[in-house]
Structures are given as structure tokens and as C-alpha cells.
């Protein structure tokens, strides 16, 4: 294939849109699709020259559009015989609900006998089917022959005949009129001669109201294909955004967060640094309106003398470890000074603590 060949960005690329949404099966290709595949391209501009709507080839829908012409004859003349024969079989029901009424004329009577006789014979004789090169016997022995001796009288048939047809039209434009009045209720009211003519065009519209259908079933169509080339666009979309939401979660709030953290360690710290001095604030104020200025004066002085107790006892303590560390290597004397030493220990800790306790006490 020649360069030259190919689909330019600017020409062809709505008739090939349109191919890919009408004539070729629903496909979500973008613009950018179309251009990145040149050979595709052309392939599908090609393929859309030999192919209808439907998809199917040229000479294949020819032939099912005769197909379906054949098939809508075949289905006509069947619809009319079996029309005919269901109204036949109405009028002998219709016959048969009317026996009981004295009002039937010898000639009614004589029109259904005669009506019924005639069905009855030809319906057999088609069960029979062809007498000739027949390798199964016929049914019960009979043979058409057997049968049309049965059929009514020539000039009964031709009497019976001739009223049928009338008999045959009241009935039909009773079941029209039932339609009319089904399809338009309004129409019940209204006289033959103008259901009649509506009769007459309700066939016309009821074929615009089942082409109505079909455009709207169309249209429908299109606009599926439509939803799902928007719907892989959304997604496409939407996918994109979450990769960016999770990018700015990423670089962004991340990096964020830390400093946020470090703020809030910050505050935190402070808030603690508070939380201590008004605690001590709270304790002080305790202590003001537990002591007065009186007893702080006295414990100030209690202080004071049990400080020089305990210097006294410690400047004793240290000039009996001096004297300890001179004698120790003395026995019984040794031991005596040992013990001592202990009490003044003893008596230097119990004035240590109620110093402790004072200073807690005062605070």
C-alpha cells in the first residue's frame, strides 16, 4: 500500500466514525486510534464499501431481502386461509350455541349442516394426503373416493356458498369494529359508517405507529452505542483522576504532614509547659491559704536549727569516718567505733528526713 493511500487526519474521519457505529460492530475507537493505525483505517473505509448497515455483505442482504419477501408472501396467504378457516369454525360454535333457539330458520340450519358436512369432508381428505405410490395403507381403509361420496350436494354447496361470503364479511367486520373499539374506546359509541372509516385507515396507522417503533428501537440502538463509548471515556477519566489524587496524596500531603506533626509536637509541648506551671500555681495557692505569715516564721526557724543539727551531725559523721579510717585496723575497737559510728548515721538520716518533711510541709 501506497503512503498516498492512507486516510488524511482531516478527511474521511467522520464517514469512518459512522462506519464503525453503523455498519461494523459497536467499537470504542478514538481519533487518535484512527491516525496511530493508517492500515486500519483504510481497511475499515474499504470494508464499509462492501457491507450495509447490518453488517452483512452486499449480496447476502440482497438475497435475505428476498428471503423475507417470499417469507412475508407465504405468511400472507397462510394468514388469510387460516383467517377464513377460524371464522368457519366461529360460525359453526356460534351454530352449535344457537341449537337450543327456535328461531333458527330451516334455511340456517340447512346453511351450517351443509357448512359443516364440507369442512368435516375436506379436512379428512387432506388427512389421507396423496392415494398414489402410498406404502403405508390408508387410515381405517378409506380412500378419497370413500370420502367425497360424503360431500353435500352441488346445489346445496353452490347455496351455501354464496351466503358464506356475506356471513363470512359480517363476521369479519364485527372483529374489526372490536379492534376499532380496543384500540380507541372512544369509537364504541360511534356509527358503523364511521367505524368503518376508521377501520379503513387503522391499518395505515397502525403501520406508522409500528415504523414509529422501529426508529425509536433505532435511535435506542445509536444511543447505546453512544452510552458505551461515553461510558469507556468516563472510566478513562476517571482513572486518570485518581492517579492524580493519588499523586497529590503522594508529594503533596505527605510532605505536609510532617510539618504538621512537628506543629502539633510544638503545641503539645507548650500546652504540657501550662498545664505545669498552673499545677504549681494551684499548689502554692494551697500552701498561702493552708499557712500563715506566723507559722511560715516558725517553720523557717525549725528549719534553721534543724539545719545546724544536721551540719553538726555530719561535721561528727565525717570525724568519725576520719577516725574509722585511722583505726581500722584495730579489733574490738574497731568494732566498737563501727557501732558508733552507725548511731550518729542513724540520727544524721532521722534529722535529714524531718528536714524533708518540713521543707514539704512550708512549699
Known sequence: MASGDFCSPGEGMEILQQVCSKQLPPCNLSKEDLLQNPYFSKLLLSLSQHVDESGLSLTLAKEQAQAWKEVRLHKTTWLRSEILHRVIQELLVDYYVKMQDTNLTSEDRKFHETLEQRLLVTELTRLLGPSQEREIPPLLGLEKADLLELMPLSEDFVWM??????????????????????????????????????????????????QQCQDVKSQQKEQMVLLEKKNATYSQVLLRCLTLLQRLLQEHRLKTQSELDRINAQYLEVKCSAMILKLRMEELKILSDTYSGEKVEVHRLIRDRLEGAIHLREEDMEKSRQVLNSYEVLGEEFDRLVKEYTVLKQATENKRWALQEFNKAYR
Open 161 to 210: 356458498r354464496a351466503r358464506l361470503q356475506k356471513e363470512v364479511e359480517e363476521q369479519l367486520k364485527k372483529k374489526c369494529f372490536t379492534l376499532l373499539c380496543y384500540y380507541d374506546p372512544n369509537s364504541d359509541a360511534d356509527s358503523e359508517t364511521v367505524k368503518a372509516a376508521k377501520v379503513w385507515k387503522l391499518a395505515e396507522v397502525l403501520v406508522g405507529e409500528q
